[in-house]
DNA sequence: AAATTTTATTATTATATGGTAATATAGTTG
DNA sequence: CAACTATATTACCATATAATAATAAAATTT
């Protein structure tokens, strides 16, 4: 029998929190360390408001940390493990280039055979 | 500086592949092998039209292979890899959930003292 | 306290997408 | 070829969501 969705649901719901591109830009903002919102803006050039929601959306699904600190916020990586699933994923994606690449090679050694003993 | 949305697009996409229930519960009723249409419909009760729209979207993202057999259509994982990553996630979730009921367990156990041994 | 800065929220719009019914297409069997 | 089965596609609706402008709220400075 299959997984219930009760299982699944979470892990597809991780995935939507990471399925965005500027989500996915305001994270590895924070790479480097914490950040205030003013300064998420002017690295990702995404706009306020924007940036605050899916900075809200990255909070409630327990991926930043949130601190304020004076008139600003700082936001933080919560869970550092996100990046290592991008970096398999980024992996796996290269890897299938590379495979593609090699089987364009292969197709070309083949032509050349052709054009030396066509027929 | 950050990366380049054309580094990171990509990997927002396959997450976003992966970012729905539906299309979870179709690749996990694959984890045991190739599988027809039908198959797949009897297994996640799903619709018909709904499954083969996912199966197309599987199949572009390069996530399974698609092999017409007579009258039917049988669909096969092509990359376990993802299998790899709904695991991670997944037990990323369950550390969570220790986490909190360790925490709440701390709670209880103040709690307990504060009654012992009150002001 | 007024002005300024920073962040959050609300309202709105545009777009994307999941689900379903109906139809089309293709292969199989009588 | 007609009937049937399996899959794909189309059209449609409902919902979700990203982006933005406008506004609110909160802290700081003058």
Not at 26 to 34: D, I, N, P, Q, R
Request: glycine share 4%.
């Amino acid at each position: 029998m299959a997984l219930p969705p009760t299982v699944l649901a979470p892990i597809a719901d991780y995935f939507k929190v990471l399925s965005e591109l500027s989500r996915l830009q305001v994270l590895c903002t924070l790479k480097t360390g914490a950040k205030s919102v003013t300064e998420i803006i002017a690295e990702t050039g995404l706009g306020q408001a924007n940036v605050s929601k899916h900075l809200k959306i990255l909070a409630q699904a327990g991926l930043v940390s949130r601190t304020p600190q004076g008139v600003s916020v700082y936001y933080e990586i919560a869970e550092p493990f996100i990046f290592d699933l991008c970096e398999l994923v980024s992996d796996r994606l290269a890897k299938r280039l590379a495979a593609q690449s090699e089987q364009l090679k292969q197709l070309e050694a083949w032509q050349q055979t052709k054009a030396v003993s066509p027929q």
